[in-house]
């Protein structure tokens, strides 16, 4: 509250004078400050998960943070779905991201912000670029002709091995059990190109992603 008082006042009073005056107070309208995301940022783990965080300030109620992701960083499609916390300070959040069969090479992820009023905005982009990501399976010889090696960091059962082409085509599916290293001979004769392995971890229900080419 600021009291403001307008003019220039002058009395000449005696002890018998009574003095009137007003004085005249303003008021600030109330203030919703604009809820912002502070920083976003996408970081590979190494359990083959991505991990999404960001942190908001002025946080507002009724708010909903989509997921987005997207392999060329401009058609985004929907990977899950994130409320608002009821604090409404400094708040700061995660989602954890999967990768897929699907999922090759860089990964691009925003998030779609949309208010109690279906406001909606976006957050900057950031990646993931799964062909330099620690992964814990390693494969060889790589070009490859008739045949490739997957090596395991350790020895966990119920494997499951796929080779996709790069259009996602599935070519083929093996399974191991209990073993540190799978030796798989192609079913058909692969043309010149890159091809994908997704190792699917059953027992763990974790994906691992890697290409190698054929010549």
Request: hydrophobic share 35%.
């Amino acid at each position: 509250m600021i009291p403001k008082h307008a003019g220039n006042y002058s009395f000449n009073y005696t002890v018998s004078d009574a003095i009137n005056f007003s004085v005249s107070y303003y008021y600030c309208n109330t203030v919703v400050l604009k809820s912002d995301i502070t920083s976003f940022d996408a970081k590979y783990q190494s359990d083959n998960t991505i991990n999404l965080s960001w942190q908001t300030a002025n946080e507002q109620p009724g708010r909903i943070y989509t997921i987005q992701k997207s392999s060329d960083g401009i058609n985004f499609e929907e990977a899950g779905d994130v409320k608002s916390s009821i604090d409404t300070s400094a708040v700061d959040y995660s989602y954890q991201y999967n990768p897929t069969a699907s999922d090759k090479n860089e990964i691009y992820f925003r998030l779609k912000v949309v208010d109690a009023s279906n406001n909606i905005s976006y957050s900057e982009i950031r990646s993931v670029d799964l062909s330099k990501s620690l992964n814990p399976i390693s494969l060889y010889p790589n070009p490859s002709n008739s045949f490739i090696n997957i090596v395991f960091d350790h020895s966990i059962n119920n494997w499951q091995i796929d080779i996709f082409t790069a259009s996602g085509q599935l070519l083929q599916r093996n399974y191991f059990a209990n073993t540190s290293s799978a030796h798989i001979s192609f079913i058909n004769n692969l043309a010149p190109g890159v091809y994908f392995i997704h190792a699917l971890n059953q027992d763990l229900k974790k994906n691992y992603v890697l290409s190698f080419m054929t010549q």
